[in-house]
């Protein structure tokens, strides 16, 4: 008996040497992906479809602060491969840019699938920050149009929502700044058809009601006084998303004393321009320096 007790503390310390060696270890930045895009990094396996992402890479240094983009397209349609550009603007100001796809709404999915995604793709991020060099706690969102509708939740609600699901929940999906264009917070409020019927498709059910669903979808709903800052813009000529709609979150968002600028764009339509193609007011180079600038206000 007493040889047997001599032997137990080995065979435990052996075994813990054995568990330790074996099990996995955490991955670190590959300095070869410096200055490159690596498409198509699952982020998130969401009803055993992976959702994936684009990572666009600075030039040097890190840990970096990062931008999150959320395509547009109705929540039925778009791709990641929007991103591309914003990655292009923001690598040169040393953000590190992850542009996501997520499910997109058809007969089968609906809302809340999308928002689910993006959440999961920030919980992603946090749990491999090391891997991709960024720092976790500056992690900002930009969405245009649809996209602006998810990531104006992605900076209001919380895990009260139900919307954290999938894998990484021990890790949080707050953003800690987000850039809003063309993008709707009010279901309840008067829908155009055109975009009525994409939100009917996507979510099952039509806004410009003052229901508990619609309630339920919309940004305004969520808002707090410790919602990140918040940048918004909107064409005054959009006639896909009425500009009462950036009106309506800005309003919301002062109330409670949240940080919220708008720009409202002069003479633009849904995608910020002039219907004919040209540059409204405040142009393109210009909101892109606005939002630089937000972004470095925000988060460094």
Sequence with gaps: MNHMKTQLPVLLTICILLLTACAPQGLTFDPAKYEITERDVTYCTMNELPQKMDIYYPSSGGPWPVLVYVHGGGWIEGDKAEGEGWGKVLNESGFLVVSVNYR??????????????VKCAVRHLRAHSAEYNIDPD?????????GGHLVALLGTADESAGWETGEYLDQSSEVQAVIVMSGIADFTSNIPSGLNGAIYYAFGKLGGKDTPENIAVSPISYVTPDDPSFLIFHGDRD??????????????LTEVGVSSTLVIVEGGDHRLRKPTGEDAT?????????????LEENLK
């Design 282 to 294: 405040p142009t393109g180079a210009e909101i892109n320096q606005m939002m630089v600038e937000f």
């Design 138 to 146: 500056k992690i900002s969102a930009l969405g245009i149009s649809a």
């Design 104 to 117: 997109l709404g058809d007969y089968q999915t609906k809302f809340p699938a999308m928002i689910e995604d």
């Design 239 to 252: 006639g896909v998303v009425p500009v009462e709609q950036a009106n309506i979150l800005h309003a919301k």
